[in-house]
């Protein structure tokens, strides 16, 4: 039986059957709609982008991966698997985006796929098309402004908390709130409030003044989300440095007493070491993945910490975050049907731009300098099998391997089982 028939723009291939198909339901409720679509693609113009380059029928990771770069112009080269694990893990779960095995015209062996369901291409791919076209409007990213999408201990995900506080903040926009109360009512606690209030006052956001008792001495910002090198004082730590470092990568602002509140939560019965702690933070200080400031020592007398949305940050409310809830209600057919006209193609690049410049996965200067060493020591070692060309690299080779044959720097040998690189110079002088 075809399950599907269509043509695929880059090789015409006819799907002939599918099995296994994995699907599940659109949620129904427009709030659970919301904050099921806002916290999968809400944050990311690389979702948005991957889910646009759909079809409603199956496409393999590799023909996802080649039309995200299309679209993009190449602006961001991911990982060859990146877009498949944004359906799989992001779009699939909330009923954007469907799996099922498939066979084409002239295939022997079923293959992987992913294709928008009905609610992909009804609800997922306007609101998309219109995250691409705010987000050139906005001068930060998604990302920037609602923070990664990630779950620990049950909590809400970030970028919903995040829409949660504005949209509270904005209710009663020209008041201020007291932290605690803004956490009271949104049954958060103050210390995630406070967080992504000092988020949003550097976005320019919100009003802000935190006079906790409970941020002071050193604090520390993420600059950077390279991986650290786990050598010199820390040698003898690096479980507990790998621990803390995933913790500072998604708080963005940490000092020690949060880091040992957010071990204890993560690692229950784990006994913290303030004075380890200090170390590590200053270990990840000195390889610039994050930067130190010192506050002033706050009176105690409990948390007075305030907070106001500014205009910014009510534009930000009623111009993305409304229309969506409003689109995905019962009256939001027109503004499906008129985002769905909105020419994506002409976002794409700049908003995938404007996300890996401040994605801690992507950092377009570090992927240069590595597939420039890579191409050295390929150079200078005619003939490196992958394993070797990655102890001297001192990380995965697949990246810059990818691009240096793609752009045609080097060439890739095989001798029986063996795979060897050399250099195009090299073999031409050969």
Known sequence: MIAHEGLHPGDQRQVLDARNVR????????????????????????KCVTLLTMQPYPMTAGELY???????????????????QYARTTLSPIGLVAQEDFITYGSSEYVTGYRTTDAGEKYGKPIATFLLQKSSEIPQSLLQIFGLTSKSGGETRSVLNITKILDFLNSKAEDYHLEIDVASQLNLGHQIVGRHLERLRRLGLVEYSSTSNEVTGARYFVVGKLEPKLHGRTHSYPTMTQKIFQIVSGLEVVNRQTVAE????????IKTNLSLISVVLRYLTDQGI?????????????????????????????????????ALGPDGEDLLTKWGRIPWQGYAEDAVRKHKEQSGSANRRSLEAWTSDALRIIRDNPGIRPGELERKLKRSGIEPLQILLRDGSIVKVRLGKAVRYYTADHTRSS
């Open 262 to 269: 957010e071990l204890n939560r993560r690692n229950p019965g």
């Open 23 to 46: 699907e599940v339901p659109f949620p129904e409720d427009p709030q659970q709609r919301f904050e099921a679509v806002f916290a999968a693609i809400g944050n990311s113009e690389a």
């Open 290 to 326: 994050l930067s130190r400031e010192f506050g002033i020592s706050k009176r105690r007398g409990g948390n007075k910490s305030r907070a106001r949305i500014t205009d910014e940050g009510r534009k930000l409310i009623e111009g993305v975050i409304m229309p969506i809830k409003l």
């Open 66 to 84: 080649g039309e995200f770069l299309r679209a993009t112009n190449r602006v961001w080269i991911t990982s060859n698997t990146i877009q498949a």
